[in-house]
């Protein structure tokens, strides 16, 4: 149980247009899921929290305009990579958590973003 | 706020020894600790958590961390290791400065695996 599923595994996109990630939990309902990025050989950095329903909570310095974040349901969010930049390419990672608040979270296979 | 520092950011061993990879948190109660470990362009997976019950914490595939309070510690180990666990593993605490409980995660270790 608690599968979480990332798509795209693998995306290219030329600069300036635009990318969905989606990310949905298979056989439980999220009641909070999660964005991240990972930068090569480095840790993962949250971006942004969302819950279902609601607007995402962006961290400091991650432009909310750029990476948008839809929870339309309990089971699927989705990260819009907004006028992609060469700097932009990254794996990023979902995750998505049910249950209590110290429960832990599921990640989904992550995906990796390459802009030209 | 919650934070985790692992101490080593690469760790070698020959396959069959023990393995160590160490882990230190800031919190100021006691938190909710998780080690994940990540192979090659995948995802994360649990090896095992620790919220509060029994301080030795068992996890899959032979894994364990013990939680030293006193040591504010949470060190992962396995008697022995095999070319498999080759991979990253990251030591990760719940964040709950900001009510979001998202997950805070270590800079990472590598572990290598000799044959």
């Known amino acids: 149980g608690a599968v979480v599923s990332q798509h795209p595994s693998r995306v290219i996109c030329k600069s300036g247009t635009s990318v969905k990630i989606e990310c949905r939990s298979l056989d439980f309902q999220a009641t909070t899921m999660f964005w991240y990025r990972q930068f090569p050989k480095q840790s993962l950095m949250l971006m942004a929290t969302s819950n279902e329903g609601s607007k995402a909570t962006y961290e400091q310095g991650v432009e909310k305009d750029k990476f948008l974040i839809n929870h339309a349901s309990l089971t699927l969010s989705t990260l819009t990579v907004t006028s992609a930049h060469p700097e932009d390419s990254s794996f990023y990672i979902c995750?998505?958590?049910?249950?209590?608040?110290?429960?832990?979270?599921?990640f989904g296979q992550g995906t990796r973003l390459t802009v030209v | 706020a919650q934070s985790v520092t692992q101490l080593d950011s690469h760790v070698s061993v020959s396959e069959g020894t023990p393995v160590l990879l160490r882990c230190n948190y800031s919190s100021s109660y006691s938190p909710s600790l998780f080690w994940y470990v990540q192979h090659p362009n995948k995802g994360l997976q649990l090896l095992l958590k620790y919220t509060s019950a029994a301080t030795l914490v068992k996890g899959i595939n032979g894994f364990e961390a013990e939680f030293k309070k006193s040591e504010t510690s949470f060190h992962l180990t396995k008697p022995s290791a095999h070319m498999s666990d080759a991979a990253e593993y990251f030591c990760?605490?719940?964040?709950?400065?900001?009510?979001?409980?998202?997950?805070?995660f270590g800079s990472g270790t590598r572990l290598q695996v000799q044959p």
């Open positions: 995750s998505a958590r049910y249950g209590g608040l110290n429960t832990e979270a599921f």
């Open positions: 990760v605490v719940i964040r709950t400065d900001t009510g979001r409980r998202a997950l805070t």
